[in-house]
């Protein structure tokens, strides 16, 4: 447990020092007028009040990944806790609050325009369609999810498909309906769930201190299939979300058009990836016991396909550590995450689509107008996960790896903000993460069977040498000046 205490306090600190690091490079002003003063709308431009905001954006980026990616990323073994730790600080809490700020500073604007504004129209235009399909995915993939859980719960009659018709219900409503009406009032529900989840498991280690391997075996890969899954890349994608998420960038304009102080700015979009690492980290560290020889023999697991299901999982160590009730809010917890994310993915679609073709969304027929594609889109994806029996596994794996490719393309475009917009070298804090991620991120497509298949050391030697071409561009053109995309509010001063 010792390596878990430090992992943990790491965790904190990076949220006190390294996030008040960014918020300085920033610059965060309290006198600046924010979206949602300067532009009320009463349906997305609307003061909440800081706690609900923080609530909000900290279960628009859950979802799953904190709970099943740690679960699966712990197969690999303590190695996960290094990347949980370091990724979230340095890679993923700097990405959403920097994708957050500037978004800001914009008015509001969702990530494609910010992706623009740095790396030019013509990749805006490919980003808007490649993050409109990763939304569409993201809503499909946790439609699937919960309702998955909530029929092995539930009786027999209310089977898989009826509770896929009743989250989608819910989506629509809460996709169509002003921010403060559906979403602001049933996230303390969804969040005392998910909080008691990891508060749960956390007090059990602390009191029975389970035999958690330490800091000598953390780089040692002990997945069943190490042959196969080299840590890197596979434990970092498979973790994801736990580190860094290309869709939490999508999910920052949603609070950004919600906020009445720059300030702010700290603890909901870096305090709220910090608290997804914490999660992360509670659920891999309970994982990494659960998989090994001694937790395999305490779980009774004599059928070894149940170590690739990170649901039974979740629902062993709920039950086994809590008790019924216990487990019983646990689940909760893990099925009011994906319904928490996936229902602001659509609204983060239907922004974006209303930013790009200049539509105002303050009428409830502007919303349905772009809000109907959006919901045919994905009922037609569900309806593939209905009929193929491997549909859903399917979609889950485009959304990995899309997923990944945009923290990338965000980070490189941080780098330029920061390069263009502070002086100095600060840059670099943005400029590291990205040349990583841009490795990582490539060599899983390039050797995973779902990607190229290719051989690990040529995927590698590419993937570096790709990474390098990047950053030997970014070091020769972004330094220049150009004429960057204004909004129309950008960043008034209060009169005092």
């Not at 340095?90 to 504004?117: K, Q, V």
């Not at 529900?189 to 389970?210: H, K, Q, R, S």
Request: a positive charge; proline letters at 4%; charged letters at 10%.
């Amino acid at each position: 447990m010792i390596t878990f205490y430090i992992s943990l306090t790491i965790l904190i600190a990076g949220y006190f020092f390294y996030g008040k690091l960014c918020e300085h490079i920033f610059g965060a002003d309290k006198n600046r007028m924010t979206p949602a003063i300067a532009n009320p709308d009463g349906v997305d431009y609307i003061v909440l009040p800081n706690w609900k905001i923080f609530l909000i954006q900290f279960l628009n980026i859950a979802g799953l990944g904190p709970v099943f990616g740690a679960i699966m990323g712990a197969k690999f073994g303590s190695a996960s806790f290094l990347w949980i730790v370091f990724g979230c600080i340095f890679a993923g809490a700097m990405h959403d609050y920097f994708a957050g700020m500037i978004s800001l500073r914009n008015n509001g604007e969702g990530l494609p325009t910010t992706i623009g504004r740095y790396l030019g129209k013509h990749t805006q235009f490919i980003m808007q369609i490649f993050t409109i399909f990763l939304l569409i995915i993201v809503s499909a993939v946790f439609t699937s999810g919960p309702a998955n859980l909530l029929a092995g719960i539930t009786p027999e009659y209310l089977d898989y498909t009826f509770w896929i018709f009743v989250i989608f219900g819910y989506y629509i409503i809460a996709t169509l309906f002003p921010i403060n009406k559906i979403i602001g009032r049933i996230y303390p529900i969804f969040g005392f769930a998910l909080l008691f989840m990891a508060v749960g498991i956390l007090g059990y280690m602390i009191i029975e201190n389970p035999n958690i391997p330490e800091f000598h075996e953390a780089l040692k890969n002990s997945h069943p299939d190490s042959d196969s899954n080299p840590i890197f890349p596979m434990m970092f994608v498979s973790i994801a979300c736990g580190a860094i998420s290309g869709f939490h960038a999508t999910q920052s304009p949603l609070m950004a058009r919600c906020m009445k102080n720059e300030k702010q700015g700290r603890p909901i979009f870096f305090g709220a990836m910090i608290t997804e690492g914490i999660v992360a980290l509670i659920w891999a560290a309970a994982a990494t016991y659960f998989f090994s020889p001694e937790g395999q023999q305490v779980f009774g697991i004599t059928d070894e396909s149940t170590n690739s299901n990170a649901a039974t999982i979740t629902n062993l160590i709920a039950n086994n550590w809590l008790g019924i009730a216990g487990g019983l809010l646990t689940i909760l917890g893990v099925i009011a995450a994906p319904i928490s994310t996936g229902d602001t993915a659509l609204r983060s679609a239907r922004l974006i689509i209303a930013d790009f073709f200049k539509f105002e969304q303050k009428s409830l027929k502007r919303r349905l107008t772009i809000s109907i594609p959006l919901f045919v889109a994905t009922i037609t994806i569900l309806l593939f996960s209905l009929l193929d029996k491997n549909g859903f596994e399917i979609i889950w794996r485009y959304f990995a790896w899309s997923n990944q490719v945009l923290a990338v393309i965000t980070l490189w475009a941080i780098a330029i903000f920061l390069r263009r917009e502070r002086k100095g070298m600060w840059w670099i804090i943005s400029y590291i993460p990205a040349l990583f991620m841009t490795a990582m991120t490539l060599t899983f497509i390039l050797f995973s069977p779902v990607g190229a298949g290719l051989s690990y050391n040529i995927s590698v030697i590419i993937s570096i040498a790709i990474a390098t071409l990047c950053g030997i561009w970014f070091i020769a053109k972004s330094g220049k000046k150009e004429e960057l995309q204004k909004s129309k509010n950008q960043g008034q001063k209060l009169t005092p």
